[in-house]
T-cell receptor
Framework: DTEVTQTPKHLVMGMTNKKSLKCEQH?????MYWYKQKAKKPPELMFV???????INESVPSRFSPECPNSSLLNLHLHALQPEDSALYLC?????????????FGPGTRLLVL | AQKITQTQPGMFVQEKEAVTLDCTYD???????LFWYKQPSSGEMIFLIY??????QNATEGRYSLNFQKARKSANLVISASQLGDSAMYFC??????????????FGTGTLLAVQP
């Protein structure tokens, strides 16, 4: 089973709101990722967690705050976003050994910031 | 310079025919991995196929095969017997360096494939 789930599927928020995106996997993967994808563009890496610790932050603005409460869950907390943050947010996970490195993606959350 | 280049913004193919989506890459690292993902309009990125730099044989997964030409630094995706459900955006991606727990993927700009009945 290579399933990564994400909630909510769609989210509309104002610039003063606080919201959270949730990602879950039960494949025993120890690395989890957040990507941002604008329309007609490839995904851009935002954050990587390895063994529940933040290992990569691609210079993402502080209005995005990731959290990894346990090895199966990854959250992205959103606060004071800008309209240009509207995008598809994709979560992915992968195993922690060579030859099993494929990242499996969730269905994404479509975010609209008004 | 772009690390992953997909030169075909869009492609058309007739149902039941084969189609090749081009991907070239640029790296000086001897160890790397190449991936193809499919993204339907629904948004989910679906993993299709993987090729490691040290793999001697071209990867195949069902109707998908990867034409790996290391000297030319190309990793073209071949879809045989196209189906209407194959209509989607296709991304080529590369992982540089040794595989590990946290791999940064570099994506190409994608090719939008339309399968015509």
């Amino acid at each position: 089973d290579t399933e990564v789930t994400q909630t909510p599927k769609h989210l509309v928020m104002g610039m003063t709101n606080k919201k959270s995106l949730k990602c879950e996997q039960h494949m025993g993967h120890r690395a989890m990722y957040w990507y941002k994808q604008k329309a007609k563009k490839p995904p851009e890496l935002m954050f990587v967690y390895s063994y529940e610790k933040l290992s990569i932050n691609e210079s993402v603005p502080s209005r995005f705050s990731p959290e990894c409460p346990n090895s199966s869950l990854l959250n992205l907390h959103l606060h004071a976003l800008q309209p240009e943050d509207s995008a598809l947010y994709l979560c992915a996970s992968s195993q922690d050994v060579p030859l099993l490195e494929t990242q499996y993606f969730g269905p994404g959350t479509r975010l609209l910031v008004l | 310079a772009q690390k992953i280049t997909q030169t075909q913004p869009g492609m058309f193919v007739q149902e039941k025919e084969a189609v090749t989506l081009d991907c070239t890459y640029d790296t000086s690292d001897p160890s790397y991995g190449l991936f193809w993902y499919k993204q339907p309009s629904s948004g989910e990125m679906i993993f299709l196929i993987y090729q490691g730099s040290y793999d001697q044989q071209n990867a195949t997964e069902g109707r998908y095969s990867l034409n790996f030409q290391k000297a030319r630094k190309s990793a073209n995706l071949v879809i045989s017997a196209s189906q209407l459900g194959d209509s989607a955006m296709y991304f080529c991606a590369m992982r540089e360096g040794e595989a590990g727990a946290t791999n940064k993927l570099i994506f190409g700009t994608g090719t939008l494939l339309a399968v015509q009945p």
